[in-house]
């Protein structure tokens, strides 16, 4: 049972709009959730993260909001720019009391169109 | 500084041999992940370390183990490779409990 849900596999934008990315959980243990950005042939990297105390965090073009009743949170990305083509990972933190597990969603595929 | 480093980037085994995966760090960092991400899937916890000397297992342990003598490396060892550990390894370690820096990953093929 998937406990990170990344339901849309893939999203093409124009440069220069919006992007949103969508991640749903299951567990309301988590407490803390981020997003990490993959290029091909390379690792993930830390993109932005939020704390279940917030509701918003803001870094740059960058934004992730967090809704808990709901148990979703999206990645919005103003404005989209082709270097931002990447596998976008949602994940979580907190569950189970082991320290620094992360549960990972399947990702969401970006293309940014010029 | 070069963070998490990786080796080999690339493997091919046959079926019932064995390797370890090597990841070192330079971050000084306490913890230490290995993961596995298998096409179109996210990534799966292996084993993970708190500091040296300890390792704990992750969602998806058989078939592996792991040992952290040191700070800086961390090996995964693959006994008696099976078709279902194809897979990209990726190492991470971390400060904290949350961000975790990652390195380049090692693509293993199981023939």
């Known amino acids: 049972d998937q406990q990170v849900k990344q339901n849309s596999p893939s999203l093409s934008v124009q440069e220069g709009r919006i992007s949103i990315l969508n991640c749903d959980y299951t567990n309301s243990m988590f407490d803390y959730f981020l997003w990490y950005k993959k290029y091909p042939a390379e690792g993930p990297t830390f993109l932005i993260s939020?704390?279940?105390?917030?509701d918003k965090n803001e870094d740059g073009r960058f934004t992730v909001f967090l809704n808990k009743s709901a148990k979703h949170l999206s990645l919005h990305i103003v404005p989209s720019q082709p270097g931002d083509s990447a596998v976008y990972f949602c994940?979580?933190?907190?569950?189970?009391?082991?320290?620094?597990?992360?549960?990972f969603g399947k990702g969401t595929k970006l293309s940014v169109k010029p | 500084n070069a963070g998490v480093t990786q080796t080999p980037k690339f493997r091919i085994l046959k079926i019932g041999q064995s390797m370890t995966l090597q990841c070192t760090q330079d971050?000084?960092?306490?913890?230490m992940y290995w993961y596995r991400q298998d096409p179109g899937m996210g990534l799966k916890l292996i084993y993970y370390?708190?500091?040296?000397?300890?390792?704990d297992k992750g969602e998806v342990p058989n078939g592996y183990n792991v040992s952290r003598s040191t700070t800086e490396d961390f090996p995964l060892r693959l006994e008696l490779a099976a078709p279902s550990q194809t897979s990209v390894y990726f190492c991470?370690?971390?400060?904290?409990?949350?961000?975790?820096?990652f390195g380049p990953g090692t693509r293993l093929t199981v023939l």
């Open positions: 939020i704390s279940s105390i917030k």
């Open positions: 991470a370690s971390s400060t904290s409990t949350y961000e975790q820096f």
């Open positions: 971050m000084n960092h306490n913890y």
């Open positions: 370390s708190v500091g040296a000397g300890i390792t």
């Open positions: 994940a979580a933190s907190g569950y189970g009391g082991s320290q620094g597990n992360l549960i």
